[in-house]
């Protein structure tokens, strides 16, 4: 399908979208009413009477509407339509909000079938690779799912720190714990909540690296041994700073390679930079061509100049002044003025080193010479009388 096509398809999924979170504002508000929540007085019922109505109406359309949508690419498309498994999931999609209009006579809740509709965003993915617009989103996705087995094997690596940091530490409190001559029922019923178990453990331990570690190393220090403040210090800075810095520029290294690794992205950039100083060069020159007649002469040339914009990017292609007179003067046939196309095509090939500009000129001269060698020899080849 053509780009206009999947862009008009992404704004119905956003309008689509919009409905459903406002629809389940309504619902939340319904649900805080019927629990006393505060501020929660009135039922939707009585705020927005017209609500389910709206609602049904706008989950009829965009039912029909992306319907419609499947049909027409099945159409255009083909049998190869159910070959892509988007495809499959739009179908899917379709048909479980169409199955939700009967939910109230089927034996379970529409809520699995509304959450289905989320599907729906993978369409959206499609129009990243169409639009220009939208290609740092397209490098970001890139990078993500490049840098899944990093993801992976990061999990892995500080699980395993967890886990051996939350069995020592749970071990050593195992005896406070169980030993009521160690402390009072409420401080060992403290210590329990984060330590009492592995599974509060490894939560508690996930707290520590990744949360606030203040309430889990108080309960310790007040409570058990103000030693264990010495070990959560340890803790953090050898784990909290060395090695999720280290994960997180090896993250980081990632995805530099995947935008580096990236053509599309990289031609595009290129290309982008290319027109933007195409577009600087031609508007300078046009502001020197003070006759309009898309011809510099010498005094428009050297007008030109002294101008200091032109100065700056003289310097960033490692010119001086008297390379661009010598410009002038390679392009110059004997009228005493040059075109403006040919010396923006020409200083657009030039851009980058200087010795750019002796392949130039020696490609200019070696034409004249030819063309001198040409004359010459035509002129011996007349018969004499």
Same mark, same amino acid.
């Given at each position: 399908?053509?780009? @206009? ?7 119905? #999924? ?12 309504? &619902? ?10 505060? *501020? ?27 319907? #419609?949508?499947?049909?027409? *690419?099945?159409?255009? /498309? ?5 070959? &892509?498994?988007?495809?499959? /999931? ?24 509304? !959450? ?6 993978? *369409? ?6 169409? +639009? ?11 990078? /993500?799912?490049? +840098? ?5 094997? +990061? ?21 406070? !714990? ?20 592995? +599974?509060?453990?490894?939560?508690? !331990? ?11 190393? *108080? ?8 030693t264990y403040a010495i070990v959560f210090i340890l803790y953090r800075c ?5 090695? #999720? ?5 090896v993250f980081v290294q990632s995805t530099m390679k995947v935008a580096s690794a990236d ?50 990017? #003289? &310097? ?12 002038? &003067? ?8 040059? @075109? ?9 090939? !030039? ?29 011996? @080849?007349?018969?004499?009388?």
């Amino acid at each position: 399908m053509g780009p @206009s096509f999947e862009f008009a398809i992404c704004l119905l #999924l956003v309008v689509n979208f919009i409905f459903m979170a406002a629809q389940l504002q309504v &619902h939340g508000m319904g649900v805080g009413h019927s629990i006393g929540f505060l *501020r929660f007085d009135q039922s939707p019922e009585e705020l927005y009477p017209w609500a389910d109505t709206f609602f049904w109406y706008c989950d009829i359309f965009f039912a029909a509407a992306f319907t #419609l949508e499947i049909l027409i *690419r099945w159409m255009v /498309i083909g049998r190869t339509f159910w070959c &892509h498994i988007l495809n499959w /999931i739009d179908f899917f999609v379709i048909l479980s909000s169409w199955i939700e209009f009967f939910a109230a006579a089927l034996p379970f809740s529409p809520t699995f079938l509304r !959450m289905m509709r989320l599907g729906k965003l993978l *369409r959206a993915l499609r129009v990243i690779r169409l +639009s220009r617009v939208l290609e740092s989103l397209h490098l970001l996705l890139k990078c /993500i799912v490049a +840098s899944l087995q990093i993801f992976f094997w +990061s999990v892995v690596l500080l699980i395993i720190i967890q886990y051996c940091a939350g069995m020592t530490i749970s071990y050593m409190l195992s005896d406070y !714990m169980s030993d009521a001559s160690r402390g009072s029922l409420q401080e060992r019923q403290e210590v329990f909540r984060y330590y009492g178990t592995f +599974s509060k453990t490894i939560l508690t !331990m996930f707290e520590v690296l990744f949360a606030n570690w203040a309430p889990a190393c *108080r309960v310790l220090v007040d409570n058990v041994s103000e030693t264990y403040a010495i070990v959560f210090i340890l803790y953090r800075c050898c784990v909290g700073f060395a090695v #999720l810095n280290v994960v997180n520029a090896v993250f980081v290294q990632s995805t530099m390679k995947v935008a580096s690794a990236d053509e599309d992205i990289v031609a595009n950039e290129k290309a982008k930079a290319q027109a933007a100083y195409t577009r600087r060069v031609n508007a300078l020159f046009s502001e020197a061509d003070t006759s309009g007649d898309g011809m510099l002469d010498l005094e428009e040339f050297l007008r030109l100049l002294d101008n200091p914009q032109l100065q700056v990017w #003289l &310097h960033m292609l490692e010119l001086d002044t008297p390379d661009l007179m010598g410009l002038f &003067h390679m392009l110059d046939d004997g009228k005493g003025e040059i @075109s403006l196309e040919a010396l923006a095509q020409l200083m657009k090939r !030039m851009k980058g080193v200087a010795k750019s500009l002796d392949l130039n000129k020696l490609q200019h001269e070696v034409a004249k010479l030819h063309t001198k060698v040409d004359g010459l020899d035509i002129g011996n @080849s007349r018969p004499r009388h």
